[in-house]
Structures are given as C-alpha cells and as structure tokens.
C-alpha cells in the first residue's frame, strides 16, 4: 500500500485512541504498535521510490477552494530520508519511554507530533506545511510542559515565543507569496516560478530564514534549546533534537533558498558565517558542561551548525552531506541522551563528577554506548563520517577558511565527546556506580538497534546518498541558473 494521506492519518487515529487509555501498559502497548504499523507503511514508499528528482506518490485535493488552498502531498529524494528517520525514530522513543509509568495522553501526543511532522516533510502547498508546522509545535509544548523538570514552566514559555515569533513571521511571508501568484493558490511549484524583485526576496528570506533558524536552532537564535533540551523529559529531548529540528533544515532545502534565490544570494554569505560562529561556540560550550544532558545539547548546536553551513555553500557535496547527516544526527542524538537517560535514572544524577566506573559493572552499556559516541564524534566507518565528509567538501568549495572552522566540530567534537564518555564509563567505581544496573529488556533492543545503524550507514552508504542525489543535484542547478 503507498497511499501517502494513510501515512499520516495512521499516527493521528492512534493518537485518538491513546487519549482514552489510562492504564500505563496497555498504552505503551498500542503506542508502539501504531508506531511499528506505521514503520511498516512506510516500506512501500521506500521499495517503490524511483531515484530521480520527480515528486512521487502525489495526492491532492481541494481543502478549502475559496481561499485556493489545497492538500497537497507527496514524496521526492529530498522528503524521503526525513520521512524515513521520524517513521524509524518514534518506535525506538517509544520503547525508550517504557521505563515510565506515562499513561495514554502522553503517547498520543507523541504520535499527533508525529503526523505533524510527516506533513511538513510531504507537504507540496505552502497552507499544508505551515499547519504541519503548527501542529508538530503544540504536542511537544505539552510533553515539556506537563512531564518536564522543575523549571519547565519558564523554560517551556520561552520556548513557545521564540518559536511562535518564527511561525509568525513565516506565516506573514507565505500569505504574501499567496497574493503574488496569480492562480492565487499556494502551491510550492507556484512560488518556485514567481519572479520576484531583489528586495522583495530580500525580506522573504528573512521571514523564512529566522522561522527555520529558531527550530534548528543556529546561532544566536539558540538561547532556547539548551534549557529546554535539559528540562524536557527524555523522549521530549529526543523528538527535538533527532527529528523537530530537521524541520528546520529541511525548510531552508525546500522552501528558503528556491523561493527566494536572489534573497539567498544577497544574505546567504552572513547566514553561512552564522552557522559557522554556531559550531565553534557550540563546541566551546559544550566542553565546559558539567551536565551531561546540557552538554549534549550544545553538542547539537555545533553539529546542526555544520549542517547549514553545508546547506548555504550550497553545492551538490554540502547538501547531500546535510541530507544524510539529518538523518545520522538524528540516530545518535537520541541514542546519545538515551544512554544518558539511563545513567541520570540509575543513579539519580546529572553531573559527571558523580558518575565514573561505570564499564566495570555495565559492560554491554560501556560497548553500545562508545559506538553510539563514536558515530557523533565521526569515526570513519560510522555513519556520522560520512555526512561530515560531505559537508566539509561542500564547505570547502565554498572557501577554504570555512571548512577549516567548520570542521573543528571533529576536534573539539572528539574532545568533549571522549571525555564525557572516559568520565561517564571509565576509571574507579564510586559508591553509586559499583553495583550499576547493565542494561536490559527494551534498553538494550534500542541501543543495539541504534548502535547497528551507526555501523551499517558507515559501512555503506551508497542507498541513502542514492535516494536523494537527483532531487538535490537539479534544485541546485535551477537555483543557480536563476542566480547566474
């Protein structure tokens, strides 16, 4: 079956029926059933896809015709990895939640986000994309909001105004590119054609580019992830970071630069710069964290900064080193905090200095986890090397100087990252971590599985380059065509 509109109102029915159930088990349960079923939907798209730049699986149909909106869906080279990695992802979340006790409301805002997020990965009419947009925001406000740490209230307002000031300001550009095309619809084709003047684009870009700068976030729009990665409860952190903030990069790829090409050209040097001045700061900052939680968080920063830099050198090695890269990020940053969910449960703390020796009494965790950091710190044969051996090209294209500050993300990545794994892990047991629990049942089945995609896409990733280099290779080539 490879009926797209399925595919995204399976996660919805599922998220109805997990509203009505109390009892904790039974809600886990059919959460991850849904999830699986919805993982198994997704394998006729992905065996029936042909790798070339064509818009496949396409269905439309008037939503609301007076306005000249439409539900506009389908699936390309560039939508199909993101659909895979939140379709891949949920379940693994799922399952890392079964440590809780959480009750059906909290699965079934997990499974409504999901369908918002397939719908801006397939959404092909501008309407869509921003209710897809919105709708993947309200359920992870209430995951932080309703199961976060103490500070959550505070941290989770912030959250919501910077990302409803991004929203906004979307919204705003999109009406107006409505008004332009003279079918008056708001078809992504629609907008790709419309001739624009300079200073026109100029403001579109920015519009489009703060709203997906917030959600990535790159810097100095970041002031709200770290905060709100570290009080969000795990499985909120882990939809954050692996999967909403590719929304962001995927926005830039689909929508920003190919809707405002001149705007591009004018600012994406300074946009460039700043995802730059993200890595290094990120990287700097992480070094200096204490808590293991807060330390990943700003790891994330610098990685996704890599990732936009290679997007704005826009050339056919940064972007499809950014498209497997979304998807490598997005593995180990959820196996990443799941270990650490793990450890921070067991003994009761988030602080490094309380941690140590850990190997010596868990070794299948110690084992699954220097895999996983392994990944993220971009050892050749894992899948992080792969997507940074792509965007340090593309960026190194761009201007040598800038591959050279970006790729201080491996440096100083390898730094923080083995250093947070020798304190976690390694040297003398201490009173908490001599008798520490190996991991067991549903925690060891989700790191194995993690640690088996960190191998395999380093070993081999010829199908998941494959599947995006067509669509990539001529959206480059006819944005730069309108440039030249």
Known sequence: ?????????????????????????????????VSLVSLGLTIPFLSGFVPD??????????????????????????????????NGLVPLIILSAFSYDYKGGFYALVLFMQAGLLLVFTALDAFAFYVGWEIALIPI????????????IRVNLKFFIYTFLGSLLMLIAIIYLHLQVPSGDYELTSFYQLALDSSTQRWI??????????????????????????????????L?????????????????????????????????????????YGSIIAFKQQDVK???????????????????????????????????????????????????????????????GIAKAAPALAILFLVIVMGAVGLPL???????????????????????????TLILGAVYLLRMYQKVMLGDANAKTSDFADVRGTEWLVLAIIAVLVIGIGIYPKPLLHISEAAVTELIGKVSLINN
Request: with cysteine; charged share 10%.
């Open 294 to 356: 807060r330390l990943v968080a700003y790891s994330s920063i610098a990685h996704v900064g890599l990732i936009g830099a290679g997007i704005f050198a826009w050339n056919v090695q940064g972007v499809q080193g950014a498209m497997i890269q979304m998807v490598n990020h997005g593995i180990s940053v959820v196996g990443l905090f799941f270990v650490l969910d793990i450890v921070t449960r067991r003994l009761g703390t988030r602080e490094m200095s309380d941690m140590g």
């Open 205 to 238: 870009f920015w519009a489009f580019f703060l709203a997906f700068a917030i959600k990535m976030p790159i810097f100095p729009f970041h002031t709200w992830q770290p905060d709100t990665y570290t009080e969000a409860p795990t499985a909120g952190t882990m």
């Open 382 to 408: 894992t899948n992080g090397f792969v997507g940074e051996f792509l965007l340090l090209m593309g960026i190194y294209q761009y201007g040598i100087w800038y591959s050279v500050f970006g790729g201080l």
């Open 53 to 86: 730049a064509s818009i496949q699986f396409e269905q439309q149909f008037a939503w609301i015709p007076a306005l000249g909106i439409h539900f506009h869906i389908g699936i390309d080279g560039i939508s199909l990895p993101l659909v895979l990695l939140t």
């Open 141 to 152: 406000y209430f995951i932080c909001a309703l199961w976060g740490g103490e500070n959550r």
């Open 1 to 33: 079956m490879d009926n797209l509109f399925i595919l995204l109102l399976l996660p919805v029915l599922g998220a109805i029926a997990l509203a009505f159930v109390k009892q904790a088990k039974a809600a886990r349960q059919l959460a991850l059933l």
């Open 240 to 280: 954050l970071a692996g999967i909403m903030l590719k929304m962001g990069v995927y926005g830039l790829i689909r929508w920003l630069i190919p809707v405002a090409p001149l705007g591009f050209a004018a600012y994406g040097h300074l946009a460039l710069v700043l995802c730059i001045i993200g890595v290094v």
